[in-house]
């Protein structure tokens, strides 16, 4: 039996009143995958997942799961589980009873119950609270047993809404980590929708970049940050973010506040206006580079992140040495012209050499 | 530090003065009423009022085994007041649910409507009730009188109900649908234990004033609908008042109340105290 799980999306638009929500969203997900759904807030991922679920209906378009046209099937005939981002557990029910809850309701026997739900509590470290309401446990706690209620059943696909926002960052980044763990050792599809894109790197096999109610690129996290298709997804994947510097391009000339650096590669196009990208990691302090004033430095403890001042525009970089700067200090920046990326300065789009 | 406890000392001894005070405007007319239905008919009427008498548990014994013994009407006083009670919850329970979620057609004009019918005086409606039960041939029946009942009731539990339910987070009921529960089971398994508390008000609310009416009882029954209420006139008469009687039926009339009321009490508190979700709305 192949593995299930497959979710198809084609088209799908939603409409909130006039606010456009989903517009045009394509998206393919392969089975036993852990798919990020990541983007700001109000950018349609929340929507995406809902769809999926069937808490929400498109206006147009379809979802398909393992090939089933489900786009108007309700959330109890999807075969699906959802971890909510306030957990929405039964305050009323104890934690036994939370996670048993889908049990009964599919009807499975009293007798397989117990050993069920002890088996899905063991999985994710809580069978020694199932006496207790969710109102006695802390908030890691209950996004476990939110966890359990959803794998209890074992379901075909896992939805997950920002199911770590609620947590402290410490224990967010050790839920990290065993929800990946989890994820493995189920073999079960999981989408996950956040805004932190640490997150989404960390945690999926794919992911989706949302933008205003529109996919913008969909790929491995390593693609999506090495090759990103827009300066969008560029400004928002990586902590701190790329730089965005406007820039003016002539074939292999580039020329960003009236410095200009040689290329390695030609780009075939009129002479122009582009924005350019450089990740703060990439940038170097080099005595004949571009100079910039220093506005702030932020120690990170191992690195040290130095805010300067290019032209009108704030840049990050991060330097590892400790060298002593005054703010206000000239710091001269170089690049290594390989590692930056060049987007057309209308539509936002990457350029390609050639 | 003294003029801090000092300010205390005084807030709490202004607090139990107001306090007192109040309850006594609302004791004393029932700590009247219990000392008159200790004394004699005679000893009722003397003036100046005797404070020392010999007690006497007559009164109690003849309004409820005498002449104009109340039992019968206590027991229709139940039946009415339980019947109504029952049915309101039955059926605003589902209505409430269904304002506070359902996509309805007209569900704000229709909000409006339910809750304007608290608005007309109860009097301008006891004829047309009475024209119409009188032409079902429904006056002096139970089913009559609980039918009218439910007419003020229903819209009352439903107003009361539909702000509890929306306090009820959606996602719970999401959660519930995603794991195959009908909305039935969800209104059953999820909803309905985590607005207990406020069923719990709906139902003495209901119940105190089904129990409580007077107006239309007395117009709409008879001889053989004659809620406690009614039954007390009996005591009530052109020629005397047989007022320590009176109070005795009166006293033992409220006793339902009170015991229900206290009953109830906890289970507001219990309903109040569920709450899983730290800093969430009341339940």
Partial sequence: MSPQGRVSLRGIRKLFGKFVALDGIDL??????????????????????????????????????????????????????????????????????????PLKMAKVSAKSIDGLVHEAAAKVHIDDLLHRRPGQLSGGQQQRCALARAIVRKPKLFLLDEPLSNLDAQLRLETRVELKKLQRNLNVTAVYVTHDQEEAMTLA??????????????????????????????????????????????GS?????????????????????????????????????????????????????????????????????????ADGETVPITFDSESIHLFDAETGLRLEAG | ??????????????????????????????????????????????????????????????ALFGDFSIVDSLLTSAIVSTATTVLTIVLAVPAAYAFARLRLPAKRSLGFYTMATQMVPPVGLVIPYFLIL???????????????????????????????????????????????????????????????????????FIFLNAWNEFLFAVQLGGNTVRPVTVAMYNFISVEQTLWAKLSAAALVAMLPVVIIGIAAQKQIVKGLSVGAVKGGGRR
């Fill in chain 2, 1 to 62: 530090m003294i003029a801090h406890r000092r300010a205390r000392i005084l807030r709490t001894v202004v607090l139990m003065v107001v306090a007192s005070t109040l309850l006594l405007i609302w004791v004393l007319p029932l700590i009247w009423a219990f000392v008159v239905s200790l004394k004699s008919e005679r000893e009722v009427l003397a003036y100046p009022p005797t404070v020392i008498f010999s007690p006497t548990t007559s009164n109690y014994a003849d």
């Fill in chain 1, 205 to 250: 096999d794919r992911m989706a970049v949302f933008f205003e109610g529109r996919i913008k690129q969909i790929g491995a996290p390593s693609e999506v940050f090495d090759r990103p298709n827009s300066v969008e997804v560029a400004a928002f994947i990586g902590s701190p973010p790329m730089n965005i510097v406007p820039a003016h391009l002539d």
């Fill in chain 1, 28 to 101: 393919d997900i392969e089975p036993v995958e852990f798919f990020a759904l990541l983007g700001p807030s109000g950018s349609g991922k929340t929507t995406t997942l809902r769809m999926i679920a069937g808490l929400d209906t498109p206006d147009e378009g379809t979802v398909t799961v393992d090939g089933v046209d489900v786009t108007f099937a309700p959330p109890g005939a999807r075969d699906v589980a959802m971890v909510f981002q306030n957990y929405a557990l039964y305050p009323h029910m104890t934690v036994r009873d939370n996670i048993a809850f």
């Fill in chain 1, 253 to 325: 000339t580039l020329t960003i506040e009236g410095h200009a650096v040689r290329l390695a590669r030609s780009f075939d196009r009129v002479p122009g206006p582009v924005t350019v990208g450089i990740r703060p990691s990439h940038l170097r302090i080099d005595a004949g580079g571009i100079p910039t004033q220093l506005y702030l430095s932020e120690n990170l403890g191992e690195t040290r992140l130095l805010n300067l001042k290019l032209g009108e525009v704030l840049i990050k970089m991060r330097v590892t040495q400790s060298e002593p700067l």
């Fill in chain 2, 134 to 204: 009188n032409r079902f041939g429904w006056l002096d029946t139970y089913h009559g009188m609980i039918t009218v009942y439910l007419t003020f009731s229903l819209p009352f539990a439903i107003w009361l109900l539909v702000s509890y339910m929306e306090d009820v987070p959606w996602e719970m009921e999401e959660a519930a649908f995603l794991d195959k529960a009908s909305r039935l089971q969800t209104l059953w398994h999820v909803v309905i234990p985590q607005v207990r508390g406020g069923i719990a008000v709906t139902v003495i």
